[in-house]
Antibody
Framework: EVQLVESGGGLVKPGGSLRLSCTAFGFTFSSYSMNWVRQAPGKGLEWVSS????????DYADSVKGRFSISRDNAKNSLYLQMNSLRAEDTAVFYCARSAYFYCTNGVCFSESFDYWGQGALVTVSS | EIVLTQSPGTLSLSPGERATLSCRAS???????LAWYQQKPGQAPRLLIY???RRATGIPDRFNGSGSGTDFTLTISRLEPEDFAVYSCQQYGGGPLTFGGGTKVEIK
């Protein structure tokens, strides 16, 4: 059974840093691209970042570019999101999600839909 | 960036009724790379439809997706009690991935 489990959420002050983890079970992790999606309280879904299976390709939403960094460790079946310079508007539930592929060419990135999602990790940025 | 606008914001219906949800894109979505997700309170989203019309694994056939270009529709033929939830569309046809703001289907 495919399962994605996020961890590392919590309360952090503005300007602080936090690292989210997502551990995968039940599938060959390295064969899939992975993604982070967030949802602010009472709001819709917002794509944050994507990474290909071999980490060749990564992409970020403009709202987090330069502050967040996505990475993965296929030996540990784990996905990460390093979040720096956090702002109040980053407060959200962060979900990791799996996709069949993600790649970039000529400066444009392409993805498949997200077929499995974790239960989410709450990140609260507040003083 | 492709902006997705969903309507209506809220749909009030009774079990057994038909639900029709709209997702309109600001620019044409490449190759119908449009997905629909269902989300219940406190839960993660669940993939219902991908490729605009293809049901994901285990999704009942009362859920149907249609459309192309800039206009897409999710139809739930007969609402079951477990179908009352928020539905979001997503385009993944190139460039920044974007989601619509969601349509809440509530019990009338």
């Amino acid at each position: 059974e495919v399962q994605l489990v996020e961890s590392g959420g919590g309360l952090v002050k503005p300007g602080g840093s936090l690292r989210l983890s997502c551990t995968a079970f039940g599938f060959t992790f390295s064969s899939y691209s992975m993604n982070w999606v967030r949802q602010a309280p009472g709001k819709g879904l917002e794509w944050v970042s994507s990474i290909s299976g071999s980490s060749t390709y990564t992409d970020y939403a403009d709202s987090v570019k330069g502050r967040f960094s996505i990475s993965r460790d296929n030996a540990k079946n784990s996905l990460y999101l390093q979040m720096n310079s956090l702002r109040a508007e980053d407060t959200a539930v962060f979900y990791c999600a799996r996709s069949a592929y993600f790649y970039c060419t000529n400066g444009v990135c392409f993805s498949e839909s997200f077929d499995y999602w974790g239960q989410g990790a709450l990140v609260t940025v507040s003083s | 960036e492709i902006v997705l606008t969903q309507s209506p914001g809220t749909l009030s219906l009774s079990p057994g009724e038909r639900a029709t949800l709209s997702c309109r894109a600001s620019h044409s979505v490449r190759s119908t790379y449009l997905a629909w997700y269902q989300q219940k309170p406190g839960q993660a989203p669940r993939l219902l439809i991908y490729g605009a019309t293809r049901r994901a694994t285990g999704i009942p056939d009362r859920f149907n997706g249609s459309g192309s270009g800039t206009d897409f529709t999710l139809t739930i033929s007969r609402l079951e009690p477990e179908d009352f939830a928020v539905y979001s569309c997503q385009q993944y046809g190139g460039g920044p991935l974007t989601f619509g703001g969601g349509t809440k289907v509530e019990i009338k």
